[in-house]
């Protein structure tokens, strides 16, 4: 069964950059893209960026744009998203999502979820 | 600007059925979104994907109970059968964008 396992919860100060792991079982991961979304506390949910874990290729939000990098081990079957110059409003839970369809050769991909991470909570706080 | 509306709150009893509601803002009507579910203090859960006339697909494991429908610029998640394992947060979602979520409380 298709597993998505996440990356403990961490603590850091402003400034600093948190990296977190998502590591996949009971697919073939370079197949699919995966992406990356977050939820602050008492917010809406919020998507980040995605990869394509076939050929590496990452689109992020445009809020994000500069300051996240999302990467991928496709001998680890795990991505990673890295936000740097962290502040207190990222502080939030973090969850890597799988997307719904089969990368096709021309690199399409749904935008649609349908296996989600654990979540990892990173607090920000001096 | 695609945005999606849903209602912050419902409510529904033990047993009966309860219909939510995802609008997808003006322009948008045939974009098919995403459901899913958020248990308290647990991470999300993908429900189905609902396309613009209708039909849809259930994720691994979803009970018969979980079904959608749309019409217009609406999408609806009908829960019946309500169990108390059904409170929780309901997001609707397409590519980039989720809509506010709906807290469901089963009475």
């Known amino acids: 069964q298709v597993q998505l396992v996440q990356s403990g919860a961490e603590v850091k100060k402003p400034g600093a950059s948190v990296k977190v792991s998502c590591k996949a079982s009971?697919?073939?991961?370079?197949?699919?893209?995966m992406h990356w979304v977050r939820q602050a506390p008492g917010q809406r949910l919020e998507w980040m960026g995605w990869?394509?874990?076939?050929?590496?290729?990452?689109k992020y939000s445009q809020k994000f744009q500069g300051r996240v990098t999302i990467t991928r081990d496709t001998s680890a079957s795990t991505a990673y998203m890295e936000l740097s110059s962290l502040r207190s409003e990222d502080t939030a839970v973090y969850y890597c999502?799988?997307?719904?369809?089969?990368?096709?050769?021309?690199?399409?991909?749904?935008?649609?979820?349908?296996?989600w991470g654990q979540g990892t909570l990173v607090t920000v706080s001096s | 600007q695609l945005v999606l509306t849903q209602s912050p709150s419902a409510s529904a009893s033990l047993g009966a059925s309860v219909k939510l509601t995802c609008t997808l803002s003006s322009g948008h009507s045939s974009y098919a979104i995403a459901w899913h579910q958020q248990q308290p203090e647990k991470g999300p859960r993908y429900l189905m994907k609902l396309n613009s006339d209708g039909s849809h697909s259930k994720g691994d494991g979803i009970p018969d109970r979980f079904s959608g429908s749309s019409s217009g610029a609406e999408r609806y998640l009908t829960i019946s059968s309500l169990q108390s394992e059904d409170e929780a947060d309901y997001y609707c979602q397409t590519p980039g964008v989720f809509g506010g979520g709906t807290k469901l409380t089963v009475l």
């Open positions: 990869i394509n874990a076939g050929n590496g290729n990452t």
């Open positions: 009971g697919y073939t991961f370079t197949s699919y893209a």
């Open positions: 999502a799988r997307d719904l369809a089969r990368i096709t050769t021309s690199g399409y991909y749904s935008g649609y979820f349908d296996y």
